[in-house]
């Protein structure tokens, strides 16, 4: 099975753009999570889809925001950048929401923001 | 709230001899405990994981973990280190109890393990 696909690989933006990543689950996998990954801050959740609908939402302002869709594909969307959120943006998916089940992480998107 | 601790940003330790890498969690309930591996420019892996059940679990690459409730630790663990295992590692959990934010995995700070030839 191919893993979780995450494009681009690398962005760089300007202050006040706005930038959407994407992501690619396992087949079959129907929970997609986000994280932001910083040095100083370490992992953080950002938000987790399944069946196309926002479950959780970890503490991140409204410019972050994500969708899923049928096939389980899924966004995010970061508006009016800043350069605090320059960062290695995680996606994982997992089989289902059972809280025992590992997720699966993609090799993420780098973002820099100038 | 759930939270993870891992004490020590680095692990130092030769080729050949046994390696521990700490953790310490805190929920409310009782724990869903993960450890994941990073290499540089590289997304998370999964090695191990504690459900439930005997407190020595075992992963990939020769790794394990044992999971021990009173300290509330589960400790990262291999009998040889290989230079290939010198990576960041993580600790994650998530609370078995229901309630607000205790789906997301929350990471520790992550230990960067380097092995020495």
């Known amino acids: 099975k191919a893993g979780v696909t995450q494009t681009p690989r690398y962005l760089i933006k300007t202050r006040g753009q706005q930038v959407t990543l994407s992501c690619s689950p396992i087949s079959g996998h129907r929970s997609v999570s986000w994280y932001q990954q910083t040095p100083g801050q370490g992992l953080q959740f950002l938000f987790e889809?399944?069946?196309?609908?926002?479950?959780n939402k970890g503490n991140f302002p409204g410019r972050f925001s994500g969708r899923q869709f049928s096939n389980s594909r899924s966004e995010m969307n970061v508006s009016t950048l800043e350069l605090g959120d320059s960062a290695l943006y995680l996606c994982a998916s997992s089989l289902s929401r059972d809280k025992s089940y590992e997720q699966y992480f993609g090799p993420g998107t780098r973002l820099t923001v100038t | 709230a759930q939270s993870v601790a891992q004490p020590e940003d680095q692990v130092n330790v030769a080729e050949g001899n046994p390696l521990t890498v700490k953790c310490t969690y805190s929920?409310?309930?009782?724990?869903?405990l993960f450890w994941y591996v990073q290499y540089p420019n590289r997304g998370l892996q999964f090695l191990l994981k504690?459900?439930?059940?005997?407190?020595l679990v075992k992963g990939s690459y020769g790794f394990e973990a044992e999971f021990n409730k009173s300290q509330t630790s589960f400790h990262l663990k291999k009998p040889s280190a290989l230079v290939s295992d010198s990576a960041l590692y993580f600790c994650a959990v998530r609370d078995r109890n229901s309630g607000a934010g205790s789906y997301q995995l929350t990471f520790g700070k992550g230990t960067k393990l380097s092995v020495i030839p």
């Open positions: 929920v409310s309930g009782n724990p869903y």
């Open positions: 504690y459900i439930t059940g005997d407190n």
């Open positions: 889809y399944f069946s196309e609908t926002q479950r």
